[in-house]
């Protein structure tokens, strides 16, 4: 689990530190990507990066999310052997690297149809901050340049839309893990894919400077549980495709949003206390999940919800 | 000629006929004894009581953080089934079936019915492999069973996070739990080892016994979450804060133990740890609580 | 019809003559030997008990009428509410609690070897005792009742013994399962405690113990053993526990100590 992490966390300073675009340098030569049937006709794929959900059926294939871009002939490959219908939606769930790092990749792979577009959608935000200008007033990179850009963004509380036999809704989950991020719903397969908002094996990277909040981030997992519907004793029923990790349910994403709530309520009660955020760090306030979610994790996440909290 | 050809044909029937198993048959209804640890496992335990347990310094957190209000006023907890591994605890009655497959009639697979929040389990006999490290989990786990002897070897994976102790003491998805089940008479004698490396240090292990009891019956158990209680505003998730739980030093008091001991860890259950403890706070003159606990072979009351 | 049914009887039996023993070893019609010839498991060697459960009634001496989780009586409730371990001292029975249907219960450690080809003998370091558990087949002698009693011991037999283990007809007969359990019956006890705290057995109990070998994936190996301890004076069911030994490398920590009432 650990190990994933890490990958994860290398992917996302790559995109933290360079402009949109550039890929984080990674050996990517013995990722095998890892197939798991979900619900019905939707799998998850596994790689290196943040997991893909794949929708396939007679309409076609929906992806969401596209990890790394030396991934996709690998991801390509193994989306091939569930359907060989076109590839005609990918969503982003939010902006990092390790999400919509193969978008591009995808783009010039998929044969272009006009009577079969391919729709490219995220949040605005997404592509707001993918064409944003780069530090020291670098200008930013264009649509033209990345083809792969999600231009079919929306900005409202949620889009719908109806693909392969069921409604599938875009929910917006503003400040969560970043302020672009999108939990998606498939009503008649009953899966939520959720981004990074949702982690099961480390603790969740609340992106501060990217707009992301504890607060966000907790509402965003309330949400999570309220379209979440266990079928039995509190097991199976809808099941969630977490940005890294796991399938999961809606336990799982209960004891994940009581761990970020509790890490909460202790960083806010040493907040209240007057302790600055090294004294906060000192005090060790995710101790007893350390061994669950990683302790390489912990500092980043208690800065960005002391930051949250504090406003500092 | 015809009785050879006959003589034959039978022989070819019986040599290519696979031979009986061998395996002791579990199938049945069993109610659990409780001649150990009967007011942890029944009424429940003691806040803040880890004794016995080989838990690190995270599962302790964890356990004096936990605030059974959770269950409560998160209404996802409420109707939740005991872990496969907590459940042979004998939190409920058993009732154990098996699948046998119909041409060759060996064992397929053992199922296991709780009448707690109507758990149910499989354990497959066939050798099937374990489901790849990013399948979902479940409160039964997947479980694979291999003969040796009189004694069937059980492998659980992909658990959810649950208790191995229904005060906080935590129990972690990465675990993988052993169990070993025999059966002498009218007597099932389940062993269950967890090696949890997220919250305890060494594997842990415990015994149950059951007995079986053909009368019984054993009813689905149907729950519907429904809020209980109101929260407190701004209270999501009831927990203890760090240092605050006022309920930790209940148990040594209660029952004259050194507090050190209480709080558990792979070193004070060691026969030699008895020259080390410390002395224990208080000591009552005399059994408060539970006293009567099992008499009669009856309930465990408090007083 | 018949003829084939007669077939198939025929060629059924001779497989079913074969298994006819079953379980484990044994000369066509003879019992599977037993004692150390006969062991399936190695129990010898030095075993420790990590106190797991009954934590509070087993690592210290439990509060004075604290009997939780035993199935007593109203009569044994007399006895408990009267435990002195004073009077247990002055009268020399600081070994009450050591005798066999509660030693095993007592942190310690064991050691395990072989007295004979036919006596495996366990010695405990809590209290200083020694249990013999003889494979002799033979009834125990009538003898003065003591703390660790007399035990008659066999290697659990799940076939039946000496004759067919099943015959089949069209289909090979049950070959029996090969049980790797020592069962001890234990009489002729001297009254004792099943627990520190003077939670009494009676002079009439019958102890009955299974010991079951196992190791954990990593090769670690531990026996449990199921004690039911039947006891008409003091109990109203027979008081089941279980108890998992683990093995030790060696005796270094092996630390015989006297009895003691408290």
Known sequence: MKWRAAILAAGVCGWLVSAAGQQPQQNFDNVKIQVTPVQKNIYMLFGAGGNVTVQGGKDGVLLIDTEFEPLVPKLMAEIKKLSDGPIQYIINTHVHGDHVGGNDAFYKLIPKNPQLPLNIIAHANVLNRLTAPGPNGAPGTSTAEHPGFPEDEYDTPYKDFYYNGEPIFIYHEPNAHTDGDSVILFRGSDVVTTGDIFTPDSYPFIDIARGGSVKGEIDALDHILELTVPADHQEGGTYVIPGHGRVCDEADVVEFRDMVVIVKDRVQDLIKKGKTLDQVKASKPTEDYDTEYGANGADRFVEAVYKSLSGK | ?303 | ?262
């Open chain 3, 1 to 262: 019809m018949r003829r084939i049914l007669f077939a198939i009887l025929i060629v059924g039996a001779v497989p079913a003559l074969t298994f006819a023993q079953g379980g484990r070893g044994g000369g066509r019609g003879g019992p599977p030997p037993q004692g150390k010839a006969g062991a399936p498991v190695d129990l010898s060697g030095y075993w420790v008990s990590p106190i797991f459960e009954d934590y509070r009634w087993r690592m210290f001496t439990p509060l004075k009428g604290d009997a939780a989780s035993v199935p007593i009586n109203d009569a044994a409730r007399k006895i408990v509410d009267a435990w002195d371990p004073a009077k247990d001292e002055a009268a020399g029975e600081q070994c009450k609690a050591y005798g066999a249907a509660g030693i095993m219960r007592v942190p310690g450690r064991l050691h395990i070897t072989w007295q004979d080809d036919n006596t495996l003998k366990i010695e405990t370091d809590a209290g200083t005792q020694t249990r013999l558990f003889h494979f002799t087949g033979q009834a125990p002698k009538e003898g003065e009742p003591s703390w660790q009693g007399y035990s008659a011991a066999k290697w659990e037999v799940t076939a039946l013994p000496g004759g067919p283990a099943g015959v089949g007809l069209g289909m090979l007969p049950r070959q029996g399962t090969k049980s790797r359990t020592l069962d001890v019956v234990t009489t002729q006890l001297r009254p004792g405690y099943l627990r520190k705290n003077g939670v009494p057995y009676g002079a009439n109990t019958t102890l009955t113990e299974y010991y079951d070998h196992w190791s954990e994936p990593s090769g670690q190996e531990w026996f449990t053993v199921t004690t039911v301890v039947t006891d008409p004076e003091y109990l109203a069911i027979p008081f089941v526990t279980t108890t998992d030994f683990k093995k030790e490398p060696d005796g270094s920590k092996f630390n015989p100590r006297p009895c003691t009432a408290r």
């Open chain 2, 1 to 303: 000629m015809k009785i050879f050809k006959q003589i034959g044909i039978a022989g070819l029937l019986v040599l290519t006929s696979v031979p009986g198993y061998s395996e002791i048959d579990f199938t049945g209804s069993w109610t659990p004894l409780f001649h150990e640890d009967y007011p942890e496992r029944f009424p429940g335990p003691e806040l803040g009581d880890y004794m016995g347990i080989p838990v690190n310094a995270a599962g302790r957190l964890r356990g004096d953080s936990y605030d059974a209000d959770r269950i409560s006023m998160v209404s996802q907890y409420e109707c939740r089934p005991h872990g496969s591994d907590y459940n042979m605890r004998g939190s409920a009655n058993l009732r154990i079936s098996r699948d046998l497959d119909p041409v060759t009639q060996a064992p397929v697979a053992f199922h296991t019915f709780i009448g707690f929040q109507s758990a149910q389990r499989t354990i497959w006999l066939d050798g099937r492999p374990h489901p790849p490290e990013y399948a979902d989990h479940s409160w039964a786990g997947f479980s694979t069973g291999v003969w040796d002897g009189n004694m069937l070897n059980i492998t659980t994976t992909h658990l959810k996070e649950y208790y191995i102790r229904r005060n906080g003491v935590p129990r972690s998805d990465q675990a993988v739990v052993t169990e070993h089940w025999t059966r002498h008479g009218n007597y099932l004698t389940v062993i269950v080892v967890i090696n949890d490396p997220v919250f305890l240090t060494e594997p842990l292990v415990r015994s149950e016994n059951w007995i079986y009891d053909p009368g019984q019956e054993i009813l689905p158990s149907n729950c519907e979450p429904a809020p209980e209680v109101p929260n407190p505003p701004g209270v999501i998730t009831p927990h203890h804060l760090p240092g605050t739980n006022p309920f930790l030093h209940e148990v040594a008091d209660w029952y004259g133990i050194p507090y050190d001991a209480v709080r558990g860890g792979a070193e004070t259950m060691r026969p030699e740890y008895r020259k080390v403890m410390g002395k224990p706070e208080h000591v009552p003159e005399k059994c408060e609580r539970y006293c009567d606990c099992g008499k009669d072979a009856g309930a465990c009351n408090l007083h």
